[in-house]
């Protein structure tokens, strides 16, 4: 990914933090330089129900991926 699109996801990334923290659900922004297989794992590993992943293409579709740690559905 670009630089540029990097800053723009993590952006929309933050506006997403944001909102849900304003909605009093705990939230954490992994802005962590690391691959998405060892961020994913981290977190599973400490038990995070939902987790909410953005990318470049998301940034298009105003959308973001909801995964559930317990069915690893999206």
């Not at 990914?1 to 705990?26: F, T």
């Not at 962590?32 to 992943?53: C, I």
Request: net charge positive; aromatic share 8%; glycine share 10%.
């Amino acid at each position: 990914m670009k630089k540029g699109d990097q800053d723009k996801v993590h952006s929309y990334a933050k506006e997403i933090h944001d909102k849900l923290a304003s909605g009093g659900l705990n939230v954490y922004l992994d802005d962590a330089d690391k691959k998405p297989g060892e961020k994913f794992y981290y977190w599973e590993m400490k038990g995070v129900p939902l987790r909410l992943e953005v990318g470049s293409r998301d940034l298009d579709k105003s959308a973001c991926v909801l995964v559930r740690r317990d069915t690893g559905s999206s």
